[in-house]
């Protein structure tokens, strides 16, 4: 026997399981849903509210490990999900791989946000790692998934709770840098965001908030920003060959991050010792080297005086209008065509 769970139904349900149904309160159809998951699906205020009170398990999962209060997080239903919280089992959340905090940053139910972490669900509760598998990011807090949505108002909530911002795979701040989102970057920097972190799947030697922000000019003003509150300006400036010719740029690489595709070209000695890119070879890609003069500029505001690289040098030689930013980092071209530094 299975209850037909319509709101218009209330008063049979209720004589059901009066008069003797109520030993099927709790009986799971072939994916393991209850009367109370389905209720809690599709928003049947008054079953949930019955079948609790004849007390139906709001702990039982379905095969997939979601609990009842997954599924009215998930479905956006306020009233369910606060007769809810009182009613599962934190530990069953935890075992479940997944809080429902994922499922209301995820769908942006902000107002279920703040319910859940009033409750006292843990804002760093991380996803089971078959979980996390399962976006292409694998991405694994709450966090990542206000940020990812450019939802400020959910990732302050968080953060304000006591979110760590430096948990996941790839760090949020990376994703609010692609987005250009200045509130959100400045949202996650002030709760203590790594603004050096890198890329796993894409090596470099030098903060992957640069890399990601090189595509385009308006991310100046997001990396000054970022720049001034301790982000390594100076590792930019590392390169392998320093003032010697480097090998020709021959080879492409490919990454997919962030639902986006990024190129940049690599030489290929670099190839195959399989080290990390460097800041010259990446903005040497063509999709990239038109910014190098301004982004090169930028950098060199919060550096002392550095000696830029070889392949540097070709890249703002290119452009006539960036000759002085050649002088900005005290650089000069001897007759020789070395590349020299004045050193203060």
């Known amino acids: 026997m299975r209850f037909q769970l319509r709101e218009a139904n209330v008063e049979i349900v209720d004589h059901l399981l009066k008069y003797g149904a109520s030993v099927l309160i709790n009986c799971q159809a072939r994916k393991g849903e209850t009367p109370l998951y389905e209720a809690s699906k599709n928003g049947y205020k008054e079953v949930v509210e019955l079948l609790l009170s004849h007390k139906a398990d709001a702990n039982r999962t379905t095969k997939s490990g979601l609990l009842p209060l997954h599924i009215a997080v998930q479905k956006g239903h306020f009233d369910i999900v606060s007769m809810l919280i009182p009613a599962t089992s934190k530990v069953k959340v935890q075992r479940s791989g997944i809080s429902p905090l994922h499922l209301a ?51 302050e909530m968080l953060l304000d709770a006591g979110a760590n911002p430096n948990l996941d795979m790839f760090n949020p701040l990376l994703v609010a840098v692609r987005q250009g989102y200045m509130e959100m970057i400045t949202a996650l920097v002030e709760h203590g965001a790594n603004m050096n972190a890198s890329i796993p799947t894409h090596p470099c030697s030098f903060p992957a908030v640069v890399m990601l922000g090189m595509k ?104 006539s209008d960036w000759a002085g930013i050649k002088v900005k980092a005290s650089v000069w071209l001897p007759p020789t065509g070395r590349v020299e530094k004045t050193r203060s």
């Open 105 to 155: 940053a995820e769908y942006n139910r902000d107002w279920i946000l703040e319910i859940l972490i009033e409750a006292g669900y843990d804002v760093n509760f991380q996803l089971a790692e078959d979980r996390s598998k399962m976006y292409e990011d694998h991405r694994s807090t709450a966090l990542y998934f206000a940020v990812s949505n450019s939802n400020l108002e959910a990732a």
């Open 216 to 319: 385009y000019l308006h991310i100046l003003n997001y990396l000054k920003y970022l720049m001034s509150n301790g982000c390594d300006a100076l590792s930019c400036f590392d390169c392998t060959y320093g003032s010697k010719p480097h090998p020709p740029l021959k080879i492409s690489r490919r990454v997919s991050i962030f639902g986006e595709t990024l190129r940049y070209v690599i030489d290929e000695d670099e190839a195959r010792r399989n080290t990390c890119v460097q800041f010259c070879e990446a903005i040497s890609d063509p999709t990239i080297s038109r910014w190098a003069g301004p982004i090169i500029d930028v950098l060199l505001d919060y550096v002392g005086h550095v000696k830029l690289c070889s392949r540097l040098i070709e890249n703002l030689d290119s452009y």
